[in-house]
């Protein structure tokens, strides 16, 4: 057991590119989330998938951010047609329960 | 909607002290769950303590412990015997206790500086 990883590490895109990340949760961990976090500030919550169903997905969260986790393995975030505003940290964790979670080391994005 | 406020944006404390980080938060639900995590520079989030808010003990980790009010809604951390590698972003979370709400709300964090 490794941990959450996510890749990339980090990605740097213009304005309008689409871009797309990948978490890998702990092997077994049935519950899954993304946050997204701006300097300075706390993880603010996007998304919630159990096993491969969607369950919960931010207000804030604009038509142009997808989530998917096929198979209830590992997940991936697409932004479509990336802004400035879109420039953050974006941190991917998993549960085996609903009271902890494993953050992996997040993929920084920086649109220019 | 639930919030988390955490009124020191920066704290610092000497080496072998105690410290305590402040953290409130608002709802109209009385079932749910409060959470201190860490991170430290450029390195993943971890969970430091949880505590369950039907639960009246405060919650301890061994030098973590918690000062759980819930009538006036506050949620403080004490750090005790304070360490270099206590420095770190210290979040304060919130979770609801419904099954449907998996939501965790997260305040803006404390940055926590450890003098040698």
């Known amino acids: 057991d490794t941990g959450v990883s996510q890749d990339p590490r980090h990605k740097i895109t213009k304005r309008g590119q689409n871009v797309t990340f990948r978490c890998d949760p702990i092997s077994e961990h049935n519950r899954l989330y993304w946050y997204r976090q701006t300097l300075g500030q706390g993880p603010e919550f996007l998304t919630y998938?159990?096993?491969?169903?969607?369950?919960?997905k931010s207000r804030l969260l604009s038509d142009r951010f997808s989530a998917e986790r096929p198979k209830g393995s590992f997940s991936t975030l697409e932004i479509q047609r990336t802004e400035q505003g879109d420039s953050a940290m974006y941190l991917c964790a998993s549960s085996p329960t609903s009271f902890e979670q494993f953050f992996g080391p997040g993929t920084r994005l920086t649109v220019l | 909607a639930q919030t988390v406020t955490q009124s020191q944006p920066e704290m610092s404390v000497q080496e072998a002290e105690t410290v305590t980080l402040s953290c409130t938060y608002d709802?109209?639900?009385?079932?749910?769950?409060l959470f201190w995590y860490k991170q430290p520079p450029s390195r993943q989030m971890i969970l430091v303590i949880r505590?369950?808010?039907?639960?009246?003990q405060n919650a301890t980790e061994n030098r973590f412990s918690v000062n759980f009010q819930k009538a006036a809604k506050s949620f403080s951390l004490k750090i005790s015997d304070s360490q270099l590698g206590d420095a770190a972003m210290y979040f304060c979370a919130y979770r609801s206790g419904d099954n449907y709400g998996q939501n965790f709300v997260f305040g803006p964090g404390t940055r926590l500086s450890v003098l040698p």
């Open positions: 998938f159990q096993n491969e169903a969607q369950l919960e």
């Open positions: 709802t109209s639900e009385s079932d749910y769950y």
């Open positions: 505590q369950e808010a039907y639960k009246q």
